[in-house]
């Protein structure tokens, strides 16, 4: 089991990251290039199976071990008013989750994936963030090795979701003290807050942002001051995901702000992961730009618990199909374009 004793031994296993496989990604390429159609004419879905090559080290890739990973954390923040829904409704999701009642369960069904949700001390909510550090170093760590050693291996490919009130608040403060802008930029409606509630949630995440100047040049650190167990444990597994070579899904606004830390400290850092889908909640389009991640599906989600992610696996699922499946020129006896 990995272990973190501090910010810097994480932060150099969070700077020593290994590469991808070129030479299964080169054997998918040029398979591809032979299928019995126009080159590059399935758009995306050949640059997937290609990424999914590249880190799985197979050609062709495969996808028989999906794990869907959400993690669930409790928020002191929403003492200050920020979400429209009571703090103990992450415990009773927790429970439908386990009774197979939530859309996370559906998708996971149809994207063939095994689902585990992993609750994080429900019961003792982070501080308020703008009093108080959310987490001490000792809690942060240990949320982040949750995190990591939930990844297994073997998998093919991870999907990282999460469940918490108040974790909009808490992501749209990891990324205004990541990437500047304050709560007018990255504060959304959540849960579904009015205006009032929006300008409340806006002013807690500057006072917090205030509050916490002085660690805002370290990404580990905002992560623990501003963010939750969930994000952190998010930023573990996706951690976990590069080093065992496993490629994976992010969800929404919460998961992408949650393994934004980890790019801010190393550019390269989520080189294995793809962006599920763009939430419609408002900060996530401007945060995959800062990130440079180009999301998969735009459906106007914003569930969270790993729901657009979830039904992108279907996506690589397609994509895959085509690879393998399709015929060459060759085989399908289909004259090729001439050269």
Known sequence: MTRFASFAELRAVCLDLPGGDPGAAAKVAAREARLAKPQRSLGRLEELVEWL??????????????????????????????????????????????????????????ANAELRVIALDLERPTADFTEAPAMTEAEFLEAVVAGYNAVPEEADLVVLGEMGIGNTTAAAAVAAALFGGGGSRFAGHGTGLDEEGLRRKQVVIDDALARHAPILDDPLRIAAAL?????????????????????????G????????????????????????????????????????????????????EGSGAAVAV??????????????????????????
């Open 53 to 110: 090559s590249f880190w799985q080290g197979l050609a062709p890739p495969r996808l028989d071990k999906v794990e869907i990973l959400v993690f669930a954390g409790n928020h002191g923040v929403t003492a200050r008013g920020v979400s429209a829904y009571p703090a103990e409704v992450t415990a009773q999701m927790v429970a439908n989750f386990a009774a197979g009642g939530a859309a996370i369960n559906q998708l996971a069904r149809a």
């Open 227 to 251: 963010g939750g167990r969930e994000l952190a444990a998010l930023l573990g597994a996706c951690l976990a995901a590069r080093h065992a070579r496993v490629p994976a899904l992010i969800d």
């Open 253 to 304: 606004f919460v998961s992408t702000a949650a393994v934004a830390p980890l790019a801010k400290l190393r550019a390269d850092a989520l080189d294995h992961a793809r962006a599920g889908h763009r939430s419609a909640e408002a900060g996530h389009r401007l945060l995959l730009d800062e990130l440079g991640l180009h999301p998969l599906l735009d459906l106007d989600m914003r569930l969270g």
């Open 314 to 339: 279907l996506v690589l699922r397609a994509a895959l199909a085509c690879h393998t499946g399709m015929a060459t020129f060759a085989e399908a006896k289909v004259s090729d374009k001439e050269s």
